[in-house]
């Protein structure tokens, strides 16, 4: 849509992330999930039809679920009355507009990615000190609150506990050890008895009229590691719940992983739609419990 349209709805772009799009409404923030899909870091041409759709509900199903745990930022998943928007429906979340805490909340319950990096290197994770004889993709003795400095540039900086303490100060920083490793917790049984393991996962919190809120994406597979609990096996990396397909077809090409990314074939965006779907539907589906 154009943006001369969106403006004279009064709605403004802000931004746009790599996957989602922000825009102010009011004195609201609009963040809107596209179908974009990154791969290595990396934004491929190819969208996934309807991913930002599923995301954005599988977002709402989580916020709803802990919405007794902790506040959040949801003013609305709908459109306001009066605008019509249909490339927004579904994929929109209208969210108090917060002073974002500049601390991604990771939990993490299994050795992964740069956890299993830092392991390897000096037995810690994010400077814990761990049992020795941990393999790649263990589940870890206790989940761990291993924040990162967010970075507007570049990539996060993971800080230790008491970097962390001094950045945030050390009551913020305990409220938000608390809340990400009890929502990390919940979530992961949860989860757990559904077949998927979430492996760590990221949460952001924000300012708003002096109450600490939930905010952002919540619990997709863009902002965690999801496993399917059936092929898990330590000792290795696991296959990656939602990109498995286009991973292995991207490492099937002679790509530098580097931009730009190739075109996805019509099967592989089949393929990972229906992982997507699966996803939403193992952890929210209607019809079930819970
Ligand atoms: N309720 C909120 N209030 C203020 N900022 C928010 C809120 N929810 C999310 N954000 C911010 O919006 C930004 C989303 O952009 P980004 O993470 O780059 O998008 P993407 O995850 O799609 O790449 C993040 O910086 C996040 O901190
Ligand atoms: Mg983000």
């Not at 037995?123 to 004889?133: E, H, K």
């Not at 230790?160 to 919940?186: H, I, M």
Request: glycine share 8%; charged share 25%.
């Amino acid at each position: 849509m154009t943006s001369n349209k969106l403006t004279t709805l009064g709605i403004h772009a802000i931004r746009s992330g790599k996957v989602r799009d922000l825009y102010s409404w009011k004195d609201e923030l609009w963040l809107v999930a596209s179908d974009r899909l990154s791969a290595f870091d990396v934004i491929l041409p190819t969208p996934i039809p309807d991913k930002g759709k599923i995301l954005t509900q599988l977002s709402r199903f989580w916020l709803e679920k802990f919405a007794s745990i902790v506040p959040n930022q949801v003013i609305s998943f709908e459109l306001p009355e009066g605008i019509g928007l249909p490339e927004f429906s579904g994929r929109l979340v209208r969210a108090k507009k917060c002073e974002v805490i500049p601390l991604e909340c990771v939990a993490r319950g299994y050795v992964a990615g740069s956890g299993w990096k830092e392991y390897k290197e000096s037995g810690t994770v994010g400077g814990f000190a761990l049992p020795s004889g941990l393999q790649e993709s263990s589940k870890l003795p206790q989940p761990l609150f291993t924040p990162a400095k967010k970075n507007d540039e570049g990539h996060d900086e993971n800080l230790s506990e008491s970097e962390a303490k001094v950045f945030v100060g050390e009551d913020l920083y305990l409220k938000l050890k608390t809340l990400t490793l009890k929502l990390y917790s919940e979530a992961f049984d949860y989860a757990a008895s559904r077949g998927i393991i979430i492996a760590d996962t990221k949460f952001e919190f924000g300012w708003y009229e002096g109450q600490v809120l939930l905010i952002d994406e919540v619990l997709t597979p863009d902002s965690s590691r999801f496993w399917p609990s059936t092929h898990y096996q330590p000792g290795k990396s696991q296959s990656s719940y939602d990109k498995q397909f286009v991973r292995d077809y991207l490492s099937s090409l002679n790509w530098n992983q580097q931009p730009p990314g190739p075109e996805l074939p019509p099967v592989i965006v089949e393929q990972t739609l229906a992982k997507y779907r699966e996803a939403y539907e193992k952890l929210a589906g209607r019809g079930t419990d819970g």
